[in-house]
Nanobody, 113 residues
Framework: QVQLVESGGGLVQPGGSLGLLCAAS????????FNWYRQAPGKQREWVAT???????TYANSVKDRFTVSRDNAKKLVYLQMSRLKPEDTAVYHC???????WGQGTQVTVSS
């Protein structure tokens, strides 16, 4: 089955860290780049980070120097390591592969004391 499945969300205090996983299946993982997006309640979906096929990473200004995106081609996993989390990082985080039109179901991240 061709799909993306996110996991790893949860509740974390401001200043804390959290890691998200995106597990891919059903296609040649190493041939594609992936994006992370997030959507907070009442707001539009926001691009967070991209990891290219070759491993080059790019970030939204709002998360640069706090988030790290990486990939493991052998395990077909995309990671998003988040640190120094802020309440405004609260959102549902989605993994995306644009050429195949794939979106995961999302995982909730809540940053609150």
């Amino acid at each position: 089955q061709v799909q993306l499945v996110e996991s790893g969300g949860g509740l974390v205090q401001p200043g804390g860290s959290l890691g998200l996983l995106c597990a891919a299946s059903g296609f040649v993982f190493s041939g594609y780049g992936f994006n992370w997006y997030r959507q907070a309640p009442g707001k539009q979906r926001e691009w967070v980070a991209t990891i290219a096929r070759g491993g080059t990473a790019t970030y939204a200004n709002s998360v640069k120097d706090r988030f790290t995106v990486s990939r493991d081609n052998a395990k077909k996993l995309v990671y998003l390591q988040m640190s120094r989390l802020k309440p405004e990082d609260t959102a549902v985080y989605h993994c995306n592969q644009p050429q195949l039109g794939l979106w995961g179901q999302g995982t909730q991240v809540t940053v609150s004391s």
